[in-house]
């Protein structure tokens, strides 16, 4: 029996959700001996023209190109562990969509309709490139006048939009606040994000969260849980999170997809560093680290967002 299930991958720009798209493919193609919750179930590999170039990229090293529109959507046919197929539908959502909902107030019509439809969420934060606030008494002023309590007198007028490309000067809503946006610690936009899908316009009746922290080989000698690491580092969002009012229900993995620096054929040259990464093994280059799980299983956060 196959039944489809949509899952968004969201979070802000450079947070390393394309790099894990490329890496899943790998996984899923070729580590096909290694165990994983998920297993893919069509090879007609010529019909994944997106995804296969999302992986070559990754093969050879290059940085991914930012994803600019809500338009990519990549659809994969997979085992489930009780033997049945899941329709899996993953639009490759672009990172400036997701910070436009926090600085804008606005969604374009194809992202709207993919997040009241999903079935799970992943939610991919950088650890290496976290905006935090200077001090704690910075935090305290940003989340009083724009975190949980603001947001939600004005969920419901976010601004959906398929033609509109929004810019820095937007203030359609007449209450943006009066600071800059993009000076908000992550933490914030990350809690005002979940918050506009829990409770806004673009909610949908799954609460289900796998929260994704890339670049996980930077800490991997670090001794700390992807728990921990949440707690730690992102205070504001791990809070409200565990708050038994907002219905979220939360896995955090650590996720390393591609085991260090890429780089920019248009830009420089490849240097030692990235040939050492290179050097690496597939399969060694490629980790998630969670309370049930410690391997290259990239398929897990998305078998535990859709399997019930």
């Known amino acids: ?37 998920l297993k893919l179930a069509s090879k007609k590999y010529d019909e994944y023209t997106y995804i296969n170039k999302l992986h070559d990229a990754w093969l050879q090293g290059h940085r991914q190109l930012r994803t600019r529109s809500s338009t990519e959507k990549i659809g ?10 899941i329709e899996l539908i993953v639009p490759d959502v672009a990172g400036e969509d997701f910070k436009s ?28 490139t976290l905006n935090k606030p200077r001090d704690a008494t910075v935090a305290a002023k940003v989340h009083t006048r724009i ?18 490309i929004p810019d ?4 359609a ?11 908000a610690a992550d933490d914030t936009k990350l809690v005002d994000l979940l918050h506009t899908l829990a409770r806004g316009a673009l909610r949908s009746p799954n ?17 700390r849980t992807p728990d921990v690491v949440l707690r730690d ?46 050097a690496i093994p597939e399969q060694s280059r490629i980790r998630v680290v969670g309370n049930q799980v410690n391997s290259c299983d990239l398929t897990a956060p998305i078998a535990w967002v859709t399997t019930p």
């Open 173 to 183: 809503m007449g209450s943006r606040p009066s600071f800059v946006a993009d000076d």
């Open 101 to 128: 909902l926090w600085s804008e107030r606005h969604c374009t019509r194809d992202l709207a309709k993919s997040l009241q439809a999903r079935e799970g969420l992943l939610l991919f934060i950088n650890i290496d």
């Open 207 to 223: 609460r289900r969260i796998a929260i994704i922290l890339s670049a996980w080989d930077l800490l991997a000698d670090d001794g």
């Open 168 to 171: 820095e000067n937007n203030t």
């Open 233 to 278: 580092e992102l205070p504001l969002l791990n809070g409200y999170l565990h708050k038994s009012d907002n219905g979220w229900e939360t896995e955090v993995f650590g996720v390393s997809a591609q085991g260090g620096d890429f780089y920019d054929p248009d830009k420089e040259e490849r240097s030692a560093e990235h040939e050492a990464v290179l």
């Open 76 to 85: 994969l046919n997979l085992t489930l562990p009780s033997g049945g197929i």
């Open 1 to 37: 029996m196959t039944r489809s299930s949509s899952i968004v991958i969201c979070g802000l720009p450079e947070s390393g959700k394309t790099t894990y798209l490329a890496a899943l493919w790998h996984v899923l193609t070729v580590l096909t001996d290694e165990p994983c919750k």
């Open 147 to 164: 975190g949980v309590a603001a947001t939600k007198a004005v969920q419901d007028s976010i601004e959906v939009d398929a033609d509109r």
